[in-house]
């Protein structure tokens, strides 16, 4: 059966509801999100560098010894991919291009096999009828360059900048739309901040190196691309929760996460300033006129939301904090992630006021254990109650004054979700890996329909 044929499976009566969309502007975006090393797979082919993931991967530390080598195959199956979106209605698509498929060393010389690669994906998507979103850094850096140092050293900053010319100059006749990076906050607090500090002192240094040189990144990739294309809308992706203390004991470990998690990169892109505490930790790899560098103007705010962080004060931490459990009386997705949709809407509230600029939700979803059924439908209720809920939050969001322009569900597929492998899944459209066989879930038929229902209201 082709992708995105068949009837949609049979839901319960609730998951049949929709949420309420009076607020939305009449041009509001819906959207899917997926990126580079969770779907592209063709690890070896044409040409393409390893990544920092790839190595991650080959070192046994995913769930069962997983890998990016196939993914979803989207390299060769983009479309039969884009025709799942055309059947969904998105008028957008947001993914990422891979740093070493373009330039495998990271830098020099370029492969011109693997830039062919998003000319097509990006044609495709135009002749489709629906506008790509690129985000320039979806975590997979060249492994080359995570040997020379990576984020921690100042270099980077340059090394990305050659980067994003490269690929605006390259796509920006067809691209408008370009975000920097999806979620410094999480790449640099997982891989350098979380962790115990008597083991590595160091990491705290590298942690603060390393949100300096994303920022001064982002900043100059911020001109590259401007300077490139002419009428680019430039914006970077938050991953943004409220921290929440785990029990009362922790009020101050939460206050203390929120600055690295939420403000170390908006902060200083959108503001010009770092929180106090960050500020006077980075002052030993500052250099006069930085923040000048990293405050760049910018269209829009990328928001990525799952739900509330819990934190736990741990003085052996490097920071002091660490993830801590949630209280037991809030639910929780099949992974375990709280589902507060209420925080999703103070959330975007605080975006909106905090940094002044239209919002984009760029990812949400929910991850679970999903597995076709005897009939072969995949029927994910949880996940329908979950986007209503949330898409729900973001039109009383809207309501309440935030100027909110798009909404991207993460993901279009089922993919290679980072430390879980393929053991977690977060698509609307099922994949099953061994045959690469794509079935739309429940999901899938019900964001339809509510992505219709909009438009449907929008133009009415
Ligand atoms: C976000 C990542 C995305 C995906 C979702 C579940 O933090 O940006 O790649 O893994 O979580």
Known sequence: MPAGVGNPPQTDQTTREFPLLAALRRDFTWGVSTSSFQIEGAAHEDGRGPSVWDTYCQKGLVANHDTGDIACDHYHRYAEDIALMQRLGVQAYRFSVAWPRVLPQGRGTLNEL?????DRLIDALLAAGIEPWLCLYHWDMPQVLDDLGGWTTRDVVSWFTD???????RYGDRVKRFATFNEPSIFTLFGHGFGDGKRDISGVNSLHRAVHHVNLAHGAAVDAVRARVPGASIGAIHNFQMCLP???AD?????????YWNRAFPDPQCLGTYPDRIQRALEPHMQTGDLARIRRPLDWFGVNHYGPTYVKADPNARLGFGIGPKPPDIPATPIGWPIVPEKFRETLLRVAKAYGLPIYVLENGLGGHDKPDEKGAVVDNERIAYLRDYIGALNEAVSAGADIRGYFVWSLLDNFEWDSGYSVRFGITYVDFPTQRRIPKASFHWYRDLIKRARAQADG
């Not at 693997?114 to 998003?118: D, I, K, R, V």
């Not at 009020?251 to 600055?259: I, P, Q, R, T």
């Open 114 to 118: 693997g830039l062919q690669f998003y």
């Open 163 to 169: 980067y994003a010319a490269l690929v605006a100059g």
């Open 246 to 248: 785990s029990t009362l």
């Open 251 to 259: 009020a101050e470990a939460a206050k203390h996460c929120d600055l």
